[in-house]
């Protein structure tokens, strides 16, 4: 596999221009491409977003200028950073952008991305990623993010030739750039505690309409998000997953360190009118919990409050 230098990322929300700011700093408009429908790409072209400060130096593409320029030289990465509802939709139109030595990776939240993508372009190419501690926030052509946090890399089968090989061109690449990752041991309990802390903070902040200091401090929205977070765990475990009481205290460390007037992204949806991502949140725990036996009142309760919430948009 050569190394890699040409970078598609579809989706330009907080999280995909904030690694479409990161990766052009190093790579350069010629190697990092931002790609999406033709109403998407005008306004894109229209004004430069700028993230932290400097204009994002990527290339923007149609999803057909995108295809027309794989035929010649294919993508060595494409990164899907769009929201979950948008995924089908956005595989479909990207899908003659990854080539046979194509490594795709999800930044998405939640558990289920990955498995998606890996039915329609397979494990060989799909890593398995946990995109966390970052705080980045979008506001019209404005991207800011005091901490771009790390990535967590991993393969579905660690035995797998090339998976493993798949993995380390994508890390080789992360080093070249100076882009923080790291690759755990077991990807698959980072993957279910990034999820412990998904389901706390994004639908305690949404439900008591506040900032990260709404759930810093002691009180009604720190103890739901608590009792959230504490549910994901005992139903990680129903699935196999070995989650403990540490867990649920790591990430809970790390939203403590978040900056205080910080948003979570369901919380920005909330703001915005857009539709959420409850589903992979409570959503995807309520089914697993009813499938195990396992009692999730917490979770069910933000569920009812964030979809009542999206009823009155």
Sequence with gaps: MNEVKRVAIVGFGSLGAMYAGCFGRAMGADGVFVVADEARTAVYRSEPTVFNGEPIAATY???EEAAERALVAPFDV???AVKYGALEEAMTQSAPLVGPDTAVISVLNGITSE??????FGWDRVLLCVAQQMDSRKVGFTVVAGCVGVMALGVHDAD????????????????????????PEDIQHQL???????VGVNQACAVYE?????????????????????????????????????????????????NPAGLPSLRQDVLAGRPTEVELFSGTINRLGAA?????PVNERFYTAIKDIESRY
């Excluded at 070249?176 to 990752?181: C, L, S, T, V």
């Excluded at 759930?215 to 998000?225: C, F, K, L, V």
């Excluded at 195990?292 to 999730?296: A, F, Q, Y």
């Design 61 to 63: 593409l149609t999803y």
């Design 78 to 80: 494409v990164l899907y």
């Design 115 to 120: 498995e998606v993508l890996a039915e329609r």
């Design 160 to 183: 797998d030739p090339v998976q493993q090989a798949n993995l380390a061109r994508v890390t080789a690449w992360l080093d070249a750039i100076d882009q923080p990752y790291i690759c």
């Design 192 to 198: 279910w505690g990034k999820l412990i802390c998904n």
């Design 210 to 258: 506040c900032c990260f200091d709404g759930i810093h401090r002691e009180g009604e929205a720190r103890q739901a998000m608590i009792g959230a977070m504490n549910e994901v765990a005992a139903v990680g475990q129903a699935c196999g997953i070995n989650l403990t009481d540490a867990d649920v205290s790591y990430w809970l460390d790390i939203i403590d360190h978040l």
């Design 292 to 296: 195990h036996g396992v009692p999730t």
